[in-house]
T-cell receptor, first 118, second 114 residues
Framework: QQPVQSPQAVILREGEDAVINCSSS?????VHWYRQKHGEAPVFLMI?????EQKGHDKISASFNEKKQQSSLYLTASQLSYSGTYFC???????????????????FGSGTQLTVLP | EAGVAQSPRYKIIEKRQSVAFWCNPI?????LYWYQQILGQGPKLLIQ????????DSQLPKDRFSAERLKGVDSTLKIQPAKLEDSAVYLC????????????FGEGSRLTVL
């Protein structure tokens, strides 16, 4: 089931902060965040595993509230380079393989378009 | 390290024609994914391979779409016959380790069906 992202779009000035939310109606194993610039491939930002952890990457950080099945991506002091579409990808669990081991599978949200203006 | 390679980058066909997309994942990556991304939407998984076996193809429209990953390396996604609603970017991604979970995407193949 596809996670729900909000807001759909954000426009802010360089140096301002933004928060992007991702929620699921089902229990989650992990949440992944990707950024896609126009005409380019999505690029991995970070993964958060259940356990309510919070991660940071430069001025971009994220949290995962396992009880609420929600994740939030925080962009602090936005830079022009932060512009793009942000997708959350969710996992409900690992997929067992018939020949032992397991695999991962992401279901992506519809994205949040972030525009940072000078 | 070379990234995920896809071709062609762009393809324009008429409805009912066929098209094939090719993907070469990062060397050593066991897991390969094909996603369909319609304009303004998030990537939707079509099929997932682990080496040369199919892990999940539940969202692949099997009456018109087919995919294979011979020898567990390169993969081909075929559409025959194409419909107008197949217009999208077809993204290939690969992953090396279940522990990291990071997907490496190719730049995609943009299909326009007229």
């Amino acid at each position: 089931q596809q996670p729900v992202q909000s807001p759909q779009a954000v426009i802010l000035r360089e140096g301002e902060d933004a928060v992007i939310n991702c929620s699921s109606s089902k229990a989650l194993y992990s949440v992944h965040w990707y950024r896609q610039k126009h005409g380019e491939a999505p690029v991995f930002l970070m993964i958060l595993l259940k356990g309510g952890e919070q991660k940071g990457h430069d001025k971009i950080s994220a949290s995962f509230n396992e009880k609420k099945q929600q994740s939030s991506l925080y962009l602090t002091a936005s830079q022009l380079s932060y512009s793009g579409t942000y997708f959350c990808g969710t996992e409900r669990g690992l997929i067992p393989l018939t020949n032992s081991g397991s695999a991962r599978q992401l279901t992506f949200g519809s994205g949040t378009q972030l525009t940072v203006l000078p | 390290e070379a990234g995920v390679a896809q071709s062609p980058r762009y393809k324009i066909i008429e409805k009912r024609q066929s098209v094939a997309f090719w993907c070469n994942p990062i060397s050593g990556h066991a897991t390969l994914y094909w996603y369909q991304q319609i304009l303004g939407q998030g990537p939707k998984l079509l099929i997932q391979f682990q080496n040369n076996g199919v892990v999940d193809d539940s969202q692949l429209p099997k009456d018109r779409f087919s995919a294979e990953r011979l020898k567990g390396v390169d993969s081909t996604l075929k559409i025959q016959p194409a419909k107008l609603e197949d217009s999208a970017v077809y993204l290939c991604a690969s992953s090396s380790s279940i522990n990291t979970g990071e997907l490496f995407f190719g730049e995609g193949s943009r299909l326009t069906v007229l």
